[in-house]
């Protein structure tokens, strides 16, 4: 079994930060890619960033040179630091965990966190 939970979540004027946290924990034998995903209201969920297991990173136009994605093998964590954030960033934000089991990998989600950016 293994669980994904996200934190870091909240209300934030335009032009602040926050900083969330995606952590897993149970049993796997490591974590691959993890990405962390984001629903507006009535939109789609899209990708926002993603990080390999190899520690490479991918970002959403939307949000190159404002976010950065980073990750904690030791405490099975990744992180997004989120900056000059704007009303448009606003979401509840998931993370998407890839880990590998004993004969196979799988992806899990975990219940997500609310950001809300006022202007």
């Known amino acids: 079994q293994v669980q994904v939970v996200e934190s870091g979540g909240g209300l934030v004027q335009a032009g602040g930060s926050l900083r969330l946290s995606c952590a897993a924990s149970?049993?796997?034998?490591?974590?691959?890619?993890v990405g962390w995903y984001r629903q507006a209201p009535g939109k789609q969920r899209e990708l926002v960033a993603v990080?390999?297991?190899?520690?490479?990173?991918n970002y959403a136009d939307s949000v190159k040179g404002r976010f950065t994605i980073s990750r904690d093998n030791a405490k099975n964590t990744v992180y997004l630091q989120m900056n000059s954030l704007q009303p448009e960033d606003t979401g509840a934000y998931y993370c998407n965990t890839r880990v590998w089991l004993s004969s196979s990998i799988k992806d899990y989600w975990g219940q997500g966190t609310q950001v809300t950016v006022s202007s």
């Open positions: 149970g049993s796997f034998l490591n974590i691959n890619d």
């Open positions: 990080i390999t297991g190899g520690a490479r990173t």
